[in-house]
């Protein structure tokens, strides 16, 4: 049972190095996913481009903070916050396409750009919500062995 | 809670160093100051571009090798999609890494009479970003460009012969 927060901290480090190894391979793909979500304003590229470089690059940085302790909580409140835009933005770009389409949001699939492929979305934002917990509580619970009380 | 900010700050900086490192010395990265879509995604589909079909292309395949070409079809699709196959004598045209397949190009582009572009098909837009972009930075005149709006997919569909390895 004591090994149970290492065990979450290490699985959360490997989903989010293998999401920013996936997108950092193929960043043409991670770049024509994020512009579905039309984020940015069409002058702003230079940002657009500039996050495709960097989303994977935090997340990489993100699962060695919280594997070795460097950073931790700082990396942890960033990737916590990168998940929540994230997940809102699937959300919202999951009602257009269900106000277009008609169909059900548990049948909705697309590539959300998580570095994954095509994803039930469903399926994905239950899954994003277990790694936001996750990451809150690789980065926020307190690892160091308690002292005992002298009173 | 002051020093889970400071925490997040000094993280995010060195992300961005790291980001920017990876810019600047990644040669599979993309570029900051290149606008890769000139429009946005909805309206990209009705372009301005001539349309050229599975047919009409075709009909040029024997002539694509030649030294003094008449027609240059160029394929806008990754360097291993095109690896995978490509239509026989196409040249890679990376959309995403002008500076290493389309300079080299661009002379000999804005020469011929036809250029042929295309990428995978459906609800592709990298054929016609390059078109835009051999027109607005390469100077080649927008009536001698032609979009084979099919792309690879129409081509594989008609059965027609596809050419792998190698970049041309």
């Known amino acids: 049972m004591s090994r149970l927060p290492l065990l979450i901290r290490l699985g959360v480090a490997t989903i989010l190095v293998s999401y920013g190894f996936e997108k950092i391979q193929d960043p043409v793909a991670f770049l024509k996913a994020i512009r579905e979500y039309e984020m940015f304003p069409s002058g702003w590229y230079g940002l657009l481009n500039f996050s495709v470089s960097a989303i994977p690059i935090t997340e990489i940085l993100a699962a060695l903070c919280l594997a070795t302790g460097f950073l931790r909580r700082g990396a942890a409140a960033v990737t916590a916050l990168l998940l929540i835009v994230f997940s809102s933005a699937i959300l919202i770009r999951s009602f257009d396409i269900m106000a277009e389409t008609g169909q059900k949001f548990t049948e909705l699939s697309f590539d959300c750009g998580c570095g994954s492929g095509e994803v039930i979305i469903f399926e994905k934002i239950l899954f994003n919500t277990a790694l936001l917990i996750g990451v809150i509580h690789a980065g926020f619970r307190n690892h160091a062995p308690q002292l005992p009380s002298n009173n | ?168």
Request: hydrophobic share 40%; net charge negative.
């Open chain 2, 1 to 168: 809670m002051r020093d889970t900010l400071k925490q997040a700050l000094c993280f995010v900086a060195i992300s961005c160093g790291v980001s920017l490192l990876n810019v600047l010395l990644n040669p599979s990265a993309l570029a900051i100051n290149t606008n890769y879509a000139p429009v946005a995604s909805d309206v990209v589909l009705e372009h301005e571009f001539n349309n050229i079909d599975h047919q009409e292309l075709s009909s040029y395949i024997d002539i694509l090798m030649d030294e003094q070409p008449y027609v240059i079809v160029l394929d806008a699709r990754s360097k291993e999609d095109y690896e995978l196959a490509h239509i026989p004598g196409a040249h890679l045209a990376d959309h995403y890494h002008q500076q290493q397949y389309v300079e080299p190009l661009a002379e000999a582009i804005r020469m011929v009479p036809i250029v042929v572009v295309y990428c995978k098909g459906g609800d592709c837009e990298d054929s016609i970003f390059l078109a835009r972009d051999l027109v607005y930075k390469h100077a080649v005149p927008l009536e001698s460009l032609y979009i084979y709006e099919g792309g690879m997919n129409d081509w594989n569909t008609n059965g027609s012969p596809v050419q792998s390895g190698g970049v041309r």
